[in-house]
């Protein structure tokens, strides 16, 4: 590689020199060097190239194990980036460098007819649409596929969108189950990311911690292999974000994806940033039985709840009933009136009070 960029500097200098022989010629003639004065119209030419092509070789020289440090971060850099990235990118660049084109004339005639504003004006166009095509790039590539139209194709394919699972929700286990019935279309994404911090909990030393972090990569094996749903491998990582959910957040804006998580926060964080989000806990709220204020249920009453007098029962899915003035009949099974409902992306609450009270009263 070292050897590869030493003779693209020689061959540019080669060209650069021969392009501005004349002016390269007036310098070494001022100087005084080289019994310039006493060659050939030919040799001057040829010692004026010479001369500019040895400056960019020896330049190469000096600067050779930076430049393969930062051609190989490059390379890297490329590998992780996905084809919505990497088409955004050029797109970027090629913006750049038409943008530097067309005030090429006019940057060389202020320039007095050098090229070196020009060419400084090129490597700052390219270098700026490149970063704005990086950091928007996501959004216009969700902006085109939206509205993309999601016909079949030839190949009788529709259109199908990234489902990006985060950790919690890996975790959990539900989603192998929604996976199971049919529901979840698309693509289901596990960025590598996210594998990683899985593994990182699986090898805890912590026994809670590690039991689930096996239960992810067990479930994740399962829906893998066993279910019928189209599973992706996101290989990148966006090394200059520390916080995975912002990984996530980022990654969704990249792919054009939603994330698919039961994490509030990250929820929240989505809703924040315009990206879509399917909550399992919203799933699991939205197909649990309607109960509404003034129906009577029959529960059990099984221990205190956190204000003074109340008992708390459960519903078979699970849902928490507090029974004001319930804690007189913990262990028993009851008629209770619903008073309340309370319903959030963390769950659903029920609040009652005893049929027996309400007739009392």
Known sequence: MKKGIQAVALLVGFFVGYQNRFDVGRLLARMGGMGFDRLSDGGRDLLSTGV???VFLLAAVLSGEWLM???????????????????????????????SALLYPLMTALAGGSPVLALAL?????????????????????????????????????????????????IDGRIADICKTGFIEGTLVIPGFILEELQHIA????????????R?????????KELDVKVEIYEGDFEEIAEVDSKLVRLAKVLGGKVLTNDFN??????????SVLNINDLANAVKPVVLPGEEI?????????????????????????????????????????TSVLQTSAGRMIFAKPKLLEKAQ
Not at 266 to 275: F, H, P, R
Not at 307 to 318: M, P, T
Not at 320 to 329: A, C, L, N, S
């Open 52 to 54: 500019v092509a040895l």
């Open 69 to 99: 440090r930062t051609l190989q971060r490059a390379e890297a850099a490329l590998k992780h980036m996905q084809a919505p990235e990497l088409l955004m990118l050029g797109a970027g660049v090629t913006a750049g460098l038409v943008f």
């Open 122 to 170: 090129t490597v700052f166009a390219v270098g700026y649409g490149g970063r704005l095509a990086r950091s928007k790039g996501g959004e216009l590539w969700k902006a085109l596929k939206e509205g993309r139209r999601t016909e079949p194709d030839e190949a009788g394919d529709a259109w199908e969108e990234r489902k990006i699972l985060d950790t919690s929700v890996i």
């Open 203 to 214: 090898d805890s030393s912590d026994l809670l911690k590690r039991n689930r972090g096996r």
């Open 216 to 224: 992810g990569l067990d479930i994740l094996n399962k829906i893998q």
């Open 266 to 275: 990250l929820n929240k964080v989505c809703e924040l940033q315009g990206v």
């Open 298 to 338: 029959v529960v059990q009453v099984i221990k205190d709840g956190k204000e003074h007098g109340q008992g708390v029962a459960y519903l078979d899915d699970g849902t928490m009933i507090v029974v004001e003035g319930g804690r007189d009949y913990i262990g028993t099974t009851m008629e209770v009136m619903v």
